[in-house]
C-alpha cells in the first residue's frame, strides 16, 4: 500500500513538472515573439523613414514644388521615351513630387493628374493655389494670423499666390494686388500644420 501511495504521488509531481516545463518554454517563445516584434518594428520604422527620402534629392517625398518655365512636359514615365501626357503653360504653378527616379520627378497637380517631369524644370520656390469650400466662395485673405483682424481682400479659388510663411494654422501669401494672411488649409500646396519660414 505504501508503494501504491507513493507512486500516485509520483504520477502527481510529474504533470506538475511538466506543466511547469510547458509554462516556461511558453514564456520563453512569448519573450522570442515579442523581441521579433520589436526587432521587425524598427526595421519597419527604418523603411519607412527611408521611403520618406527621395533616392535621388535626398529630400523629403512628398513634399510641394512649383513649376519654373512657362511649359513644362509631363510624361508617362521616367525619360523622354515615354509619351506625353500633358503640358503645363504657367509658370509658378505649386505641384506635388511623390516619387523620384533618377533626375525625374513624378508629379501631381491640384486635380490629381499625375506624371513625370525633369527634374531641372521645377524651383523649391513654394507658391499655393487659393481653394475654396464652394467654386463660387471668395475665400478672405487678412491683414495678420487673424480671422478678427482687417480684411485685405476675398480671393477667388485658383488664384495663385507666392507663400511667404505658414505657421501651421496661418499662411501668409503674396500676389499681384494682395499682401496677407490666409487660413492654411485654404492652400492648395502646403501640407496641413506644415510651418514653413
Avoid at 22 to 47: H, K, P, S, V, Y
Wanted: aromatic content about 6%; proline content about 5%.
Amino acid at each position: 500500500m505504501i508503494l501504491a501511495h507513493a507512486t500516485r504521488r509520483h504520477d502527481r509531481t510529474q504533470p506538475r513538472r511538466a506543466k511547469a516545463r510547458r509554462r516556461a518554454a511558453r514564456a520563453c517563445a512569448r519573450a522570442g515573439i515579442l523581441a521579433l516584434m520589436i526587432a521587425l518594428a524598427a526595421t519597419a520604422a527604418e523603411a519607412a523613414a527611408d521611403m520618406a527620402v527621395g533616392a535621388a534629392s535626398g529630400l523629403p517625398v512628398p513634399r510641394f514644388v512649383s513649376l519654373k518655365p512657362d511649359r513644362v512636359t509631363v510624361r508617362g514615365g521616367p525619360n523622354r521615351d515615354h509619351e506625353i501626357a500633358f503640358v503645363f503653360t504657367r509658370s509658378g504653378l505649386p505641384v506635388e513630387i511623390t516619387a523620384e527616379s533618377d533626375n525625374w520627378r513624378r508629379i501631381r497637380d491640384w486635380e490629381g493628374s499625375e506624371g513625370w517631369v525633369y527634374h531641372s524644370l521645377l524651383s523649391g520656390r513654394r507658391t499655393a493655389l487659393v481653394s475654396a469650400k464652394q467654386p463660387d466662395e471668395l475665400v478672405p485673405l487678412y491683414d495678420k494670423a487673424d480671422a478678427q483682424s482687417a480684411l485685405v481682400a476675398r480671393l477667388q479659388p485658383g488664384v495663385l499666390a507666392v507663400v511667404k510663411h505658414c505657421s501651421g494654422t496661418w499662411c501668409h501669401i503674396t500676389g499681384p494686388g494682395f499682401d496677407g494672411w490666409i487660413v492654411q488649409e485654404r492652400l492648395w500646396g502646403v501640407y496641413a500644420n506644415e510651418k514653413i519660414d
